[in-house]
């Protein structure tokens, strides 16, 4: 069953590779070699910020609260270290087998097929998008949070701190979606508080839920860095000369490096204003000044309708690869192509087509109503990060750059490999328990298509 899947797959790549192999010809003829180099890098590296910084952002206050002065810092960075280091060996595996004049691997999965063989690919390929569709739910959810919050700071400032300013976020959420059904039809677009040591939060907690908590900060740390998923499209991107791996290991270093200094100053600042009482959602702790929070909860919407396309691009291209395949015939009413011009604006079109605007409409409305069916899916998607963490941020990338290299078996390297792998595979689990428990904390007092802040 896994090899027809994987041949089938195979087939529709075999397809799509060819199409984007004279996409790139042609685009590269246009391309001069000398500013394009600085422009490519800067461009991928908005893009690859917009990937790695989502709506995990907001709960690294509460991440840092549960661990404390010492190891909540050390973890931040070490997560960033590690996904840094694995990230610039993945750039190698753009091309194989050689890094530089091999064959592209347009995606992850391209990479994994061509570095592992088929039988990974269905694996990863589900994992991978899992975690994609995911993170969109996630969006639709905290996006619905920060507009809920902005009309609840603005009632308190208008009726008082005592006032009665429950909002539900259903609403915002179906405005989101609606949103990103119209984004998604067009080309593709990114006094100091606390303690040293462990913290375990919260008055009155029991010590084991204390426990799962300090487990579950470090999956939510360890999957505010995820980036390797998404990191060959990215690279895929980019425009040569130079050569695709060496501007992406720069495009990784800019991106995480900022990343990290920007995680660790939230987190740690977060943490020392709020001390052990540092909200899951860092902007639903304060209200005052009102216009500063309004700004910080509209520059999270701004960046989550942005970042939703990012990963939803990835999902709705293997589905239309995939019905490309299946409605072939030239006549076909899917495949008819329907062209969109706007005069106003410097006479801007684009395409579409019956089949992306079906696809991409109902998976859009599907994910918004799982993000209304179950609101507390935040705590899902801690439980997807740490599951996913260790296979694709790290044994994935690991394996593919020891073939790569052809490292072999028992060396010095091999074995730096295989502790990190196991070291990383060690956090998954912890933190996949800790979620569990929180997800089963959650299901106590969750109401269903009910989302209140």
């Known amino acids: 069953m896994v090899e027809k899947v994987s041949k089938g797959i195979e087939k529709i790549d075999d397809h799509v590779n060819i199409a984007q192999d004279s996409e790139r010809r042609q685009r590269s003829l246009s391309i001069q070699k000398g500013d ?18 989502g709506s995990g952002i907001l709960a690294l206050p509460w991440s ?3 661990l404390g002065w010492i190891l909540g810092p050390f973890f ?32 992850y999965m391209d990479a994994v097929r061509a570095l592992l063989g088929p039988k990974h690919v269905l694996i990863s390929g589900i994992m991978q998008y899992s975690m ?28 008082g701190p005592s006032a009665k300013c429950g909002v539900s976020g259903i609403s915002y959420m179906l405005a ?17 508080k606390g303690t040293i040591m462990v913290a375990m939060a919260g008055e009155g907690l029991a010590t084991s839920t204390k426990i799962w908590r300090v487990f579950q900060a470090l999956g939510n740390i360890a999957f505010s860095y995820t980036y390797s998923m998404l990191l060959l499209e990215i690279q895929d991107t980019l425009k040569s000369p130079p050569a695709e791996n060496k501007a992406m290991k720069r495009v990784t270093l800019y991106a995480i490096g900022g990343t990290a200094l920007f995680y660790t100053s939230l987190g740690c600042m977060g943490y020392a204003a709020f001390g052990a009482d540092a909200p899951g959602n860092y902007l639903t702790g304060f209200y005052k000044p009102l216009w500063l929070v309004d700004i910080a909860n509209l520059a999270v919407i701004i960046h989550l309708i ?34 969109v011009r706007f005069q106003c604006i410097q006479n801007y ?13 109902g998976f859009v409305v599907l994910t918004t109503l799982v993000a209304m069916l179950f609101p507390f899916f935040n705590a899902i998607l801690g439980l997807l990060g740490s599951i996913s963490f260790w296979p694709l941020t790290v044994y994935f990338p690991l394996n593919m750059y020891m073939v790569q290299a052809k490292i072999k078996r028992g060396n010095s390297k091999w074995i730096m490999f ?36």
């Open 36 to 53: 394009g180099e600085k422009r490519t890098v800067w461009t991928a590296t908005a893009h690859a910020f917009t990937a790695i910084v």
């Open 76 to 107: 931040l960075l070490f997560f960033a270290a590690v996904t840094y280091y694995i990230a610039i060996l993945l750039c190698d595996c753009y091309r194989t087998p050689d890094p530089v004049k091999g064959r592209r691997n347009y995606t």
């Open 306 to 339: 942005v970042g939703y396309q990012v990963f939803a691009q990835t999902i709705f291209a293997i589905n239309e690869k995939s019905l490309a395949t299946r409605w072939q015939a030239p006549g076909s009413f899917f495949n008819k192509i329907y062209t």
């Open 132 to 159: 994609l569709w995911g993170i969109m739910i996630g969006f639709t959810i905290t996006a619905a949070i920060s507009t809920a919050t902005m009309k609840r700071s603005t009632c308190f400032h208008e009726e």
């Open 64 to 66: 840092v609260a549960q």
């Open 176 to 192: 989101f979606g609606a949103l990103e059904i119209l984004l998604s039809q067009f080309p593709n677009l990114e006094k100091a």
């Open 349 to 361: 079109s684009f395409q579409l087509t019956p089949s992306r605007i079906l696809l991409r409409t």
């Open 418 to 453: 295989q502790v990190l792998s196991l070291l990383c595979l060690v956090v998954s689990l912890v933190s996949a328990v800790g979620s569990v428990a929180d997800i089963l904390e959650h299901l106590k007092h969750a109401q269903l298509f009910h989302i209140d802040i």
